[in-house]
């Protein structure tokens, strides 16, 4: 590796095979999903066989296990593509992340070489309808039941992304409501369920999805809410079994550190769609006279979205080195989310002024960027919660 570079030759090599993937079959097709808000199944069974739902899975169970880096570089590519795409993997993602550093050996093996394929997919619940933010304030309830020994769960979440086509939920529930602080009264629940039906049935009954949310952008992955009306689990899916009893809440907590590295890795490729679209429209369209790239004002443009995207991106990389360093990342897990997901959104509002009128038309990919890049700025903890995450850490690192 030259010492400029920042990729190894098998980082370089998946990238690039990503990168194709992403202009021959992500672009040319994303707004055909996006108008009709369906699941693009044809993507996803071409991700598939890439081996996109492993990589980060030890092969062993038939993954690629590759590290936290190499993951956010994909999610790079991917995203560039479309957001919705890194969507579908994302909380898979997570979940594998879960199962790989806190689930039982019987829950590894059972779920992680269904997961490496694809065949199974997983989604990752906390928010309910009054609490987003603030998870300590979940109000459904795993309450076990002393004749079979079974979990009994109850309540309902909100915004599950992947809601529907998931088999696997990882869902955050109270399983002590006495619990004083609430968050060492919570579990996480690996609940399976049958993909793509709204009403389970069998062992899975008791639980349901009602129709997905409409939403502004980040269509095509579906987001739903989830009802558990007891909804019956067993002790040995209980993530890490009796033992991750009351552990629930930090074992999300530690998934959604990386999950911040990969909200971080989205941003970055979207505002680099914005700026590859603003380079090209902006050397074609011409204004007195000349192409507008020509005129200062664009060229500050671009020069701003560049730099920040630069900036970002190695702000991202080194959350994710260090993450996979072992080495305690918290505060720039939180930085990266904060700066790429701004980032991202700043680049597609300066991408779509430079597009002039054509960037409010739906001709223009430009116009479904802009309804995408918010989310960012929401999913896996909001631009002020980052800051509060930020803050907490900053002054623990330097206490006087
Ligand atoms: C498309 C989409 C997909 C999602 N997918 C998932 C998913 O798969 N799984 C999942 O569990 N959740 C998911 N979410 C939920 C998401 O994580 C929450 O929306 C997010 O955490 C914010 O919570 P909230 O919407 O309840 O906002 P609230 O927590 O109600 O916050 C409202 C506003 O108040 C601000 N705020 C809150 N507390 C403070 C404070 N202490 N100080 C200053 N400001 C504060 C927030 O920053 C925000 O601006 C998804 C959301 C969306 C939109």
Redesign the pocket.
């Known amino acids: 590796m030259a010492p400029y570079e920042d990729k190894t030759e098998i980082q370089k090599d998946i990238t690039e095979m990503v990168h194709q993937f992403v202009d021959e079959q992500i672009i040319p097709n994303a707004e055909h999903f996006d108008h009709e808000d369906t699941f693009p199944e044809a993507i996803v069974e071409q991700m598939k066989e890439l081996g996109l739902f492993g990589v980060t899975i030890p092969e062993q169970y038939g993954g690629m296990g590759l590290d936290l880096t190499t993951y956010a570089m994909i999610v790079e590519e991917l995203s560039r593509g479309w957001i919705s795409i890194s969507g579908v993997v994302n909380?898979h993602f997570i979940g594998s992340y879960l199962l790989m550093k806190f689930g039982t050996e019987e829950q590894q093996e059972y779920f992680l070489p269904k997961m490496a394929t694809g065949e199974i997919r997983a989604?990752?619940?906390?928010?309910e309808p009054e609490?987003?933010?603030?998870v300590q304030g979940i109000k459904a309830t795993a309450k076990r039941d002393p004749a079979s020994g079974d979990w009994v769960l109850d309540g309902q979440k909100m915004?599950?992304?992947n809601g529907l086509g998931s088999g696997v939920v990882f869902v955050l529930m109270r399983t002590d409501p006495k619990a004083d602080p609430p968050h060492r009264g919570m579990s996480c629940f690996i609940t399976e369920k049958t993909p793509w039906v709204e009403q389970n049935e069998g062992a899975f009954a008791g639980l349901e999805v009602p129709p997905k949310i409409k939403?502004m952008g980040?269509k095509g992955v579906e987001?739903t809410e989830l009802i558990y009306s007891g909804y019956r689990c067993p002790e040995a899916r209980i993530l890490g079994g009796a033992e991750g009893i009351g552990r629930g809440f930090s074992q999300m907590m530690d998934a959604l550190e990386v999950g911040r590295v990969n909200v971080a890795a989205r941003g970055v490729g979207i505002a680099q769609r914005a700026l590859e679209l603003a380079l090209r429209y902006s050397q074609e369209r011409r204004t007195f006279g000349k192409p507008i790239a020509q005129h200062q004002a664009i060229q500050f443009k671009l020069a701003d979205m560049a730099t920040q995207i630069e900036a970002a991106r190695l702000l991202t990389l080194k959350a994710a080195r260090m993450k996979d360093a072992g080495v305690r990342s918290d505060l720039e897990a939180g930085m990266a989310k904060l700066l790429a997901s701004e980032t991202g959104k700043e680049c597609v509002e300066q991408s779509f002024r430079i597009h002039g009128g054509y960037g409010y038309s739906k001709e223009y990919e430009v116009e479904r960027l802009y309804r995408d890049a918010p989310?960012l700025l929401?999913?896996?903890?909001?631009?002020?919660?980052q800051r509060?995450v930020i803050g907490k850490k900053l002054l623990e690192r330097n206490r006087i």
């Open positions: 909380t989604a990752f619940s906390l928010s609490v987003g933010s603030d915004w599950v992304t939403k980040y987001s989310l929401i999913g896996e903890g909001t631009s002020e919660i509060m």
